[in-house]
């Protein structure tokens, strides 16, 4: 079975300010990994992926995650925070094991203040 | 071009009702979804079809049924609605291909469904 763990269910920045987002998870197999976005009454937005190639990812709007097999992570960062990143944001892993269905964490609000 | 489409995006019924969500990708993916997002934003897999067969069914009450008339399309009928069915429900799509692996889910606005 699989899991994912995000730390906090809130995180407050100031903008300009490092955005951390910590997600770990737990998988039997080699995992796949995502961060969504879901901004206020929206569908998930796909932020990044990590399936297999390279363990430092990059993905839309400035976010990147590194994944950390010894350390079971993918924490999604941005180095200076925009007030339009305000947003809740999901770590989801999958085995892709032909049908993908996603695990998600439960979710970080990140707030930014001016 | 909206790749994964719900309608309606507001549903408000009373207890008892039975009424449907409709789904549809035109994204040519085999693989649709729904996932319920709970009022504490927790999200989680509710059916997954490929190509029209029903693959998971998470142990979702038989008062919810699937309906996939395409690989295109995937509808949620709900009988009997109860309180704590409120929710948003969101669609999803999937493909795997042969060289490229499965993509990532495509997910469609979501149906804000309110039980009164």
């Known amino acids: 079975a699989q899991s994912v763990t995000q730390l906090g269910s809130h995180v407050s920045v100031s903008e300009g300010a490092l955005v951390l987002l910590r997600c770990n998870y737990s998988?039997?197999?080699?995992?796949?990994l995502f961060w969504y976005v879901q901004y206020p009454n929206q569908g998930l937005q796909l932020l990044l992926k990590?399936?297999?190639?390279?363990?430092l990812v990059k993905g839309i709007n400035g976010f990147e995650a590194e994944f950390k097999k010894s350390e079971t992570s993918f924490h999604l960062t941005k180095p200076s925070a925009h007030m339009s990143d305000a947003a809740e944001y999901f770590c989801?892993?999958?085995?892709?094991?032909?049908?993908?269905?996603?695990?998600f964490g439960k979710g970080t609000m990140l707030l930014v203040s001016p | 071009d909206t790749a994964v489409s719900q309608t309606p995006k507001y549903l408000v019924t009373q207890m008892g009702n039975d009424k449907s969500i409709k789904c549809e990708q035109n994204l040519g993916h085999d693989t649709m979804y729904w996932y319920k997002q709970d009022s504490k934003k927790f999200l989680k897999i509710m059916f997954s079809y490929n190509n029209k067969e029903l693959i998971i069914n998470e142990t979702v009450p038989n008062r919810f049924s699937p309906k996939s008339p395409d690989k295109a399309h995937l509808n949620l009928h709900i009988n009997s609605l109860e309180l704590g069915d409120s929710a948003v429900y969101f669609c999803?799509?999937?493909?795997?291909?042969?060289?490229?692996?499965?993509?990532?889910?495509?997910f469609g606005q979501g149906t804000r469904l309110t039980v009164v």
């Open positions: 989801a892993v999958s085995d892709d094991s032909g049908y993908s269905t996603l695990t």
């Open positions: 998988s039997s197999v080699p995992p796949y």
């Open positions: 999803a799509s999937t493909h795997r291909g042969r060289s490229t692996g499965t993509t990532e889910a495509f």
């Open positions: 990590y399936t297999s190639a390279a363990t």
